[in-house]
């Protein structure tokens, strides 16, 4: 911007006439006539915006800025890779377009492997507690005196092994004696569930003896034996077993010497063998 100074002159007797031109030369022609009269001042402001003059700068020419950079050998693109293969069988045709391959084959179907399940094991029937029947068998009273017996009997399963066994019997004895006799027995069993088995027993009891019908007498007697079971069903057994005992001495005897021959001995106990056969019903 250029600042002027402004004056305040007559119109008439002053003129002015300023051409200026801004080129590559500058060229300034003036000429006036000034005359200067008092006067009041009075200032008037006048505003005229003078444009500046105006400056251009050319630059030729061009910046650039950009690149790339490669390493290593150029090569041209790779070629697409070949259509996919496929063993797919004689119901898949080989003529497909290039670049499409064949569609892949139809999953596999396996059966399931067999799972074999492994049955429980048969839970066994429980065995019977409860029998009753009835047997027969001989006695033999301390080589004296030869008999046969004839009674019944019942037994309770305690466990699976132990049984609890009752007998009420009659034995005579030489025709003359009778002995009745009332007893229980432990047995042991070693195979319950086997056709055949083992038993172990022992026992204890009283025995009424009557001689000729005129004397009586009673005893305690105690047993061990030795029995086998055969069992052809589950309810129905047959059993053999062998007792030796004792019988315990008379409190006294018979007045008359043929019947001492066959009364129990009222000196000492009186050793006894016997032997039965038993068919017993299980429940």
Known sequence: MFALPVLVLDAAPAQADVSVRVSGKVRVRAGARVRVRPRRRVVRRHYRVTP???????THGGV???GAVYVGPRYAAPPPPPPATCDCGPGYSEGYSEGYAPPPPPPRRYAAAPVTVAAPAPVPAPLPRLGIGAFVGSVDVDDRVEGSEAGIIGRLRLTRRLYLEGEVARTELADTRVDRRLGGALLFDFSPRSRFSFNLLGGAG???SEVGGVFTTEQTYGELGLGLTY???RH???TADVRAGARQAAADSPDSDALKLVAPSDQ???PFTRG???AIVYF
């Open 52 to 58: 500046a003059p105006t400056v251009r700068l050319h």
């Open 64 to 66: 650039y800025w950009g």
């Open 206 to 208: 009283v025995t009424q």
């Open 231 to 233: 069992r052809p069903t």
């Open 236 to 238: 129905f057994h047959l």
């Open 268 to 270: 000492e106990d009186e």
């Open 276 to 278: 039965r056969l038993s």
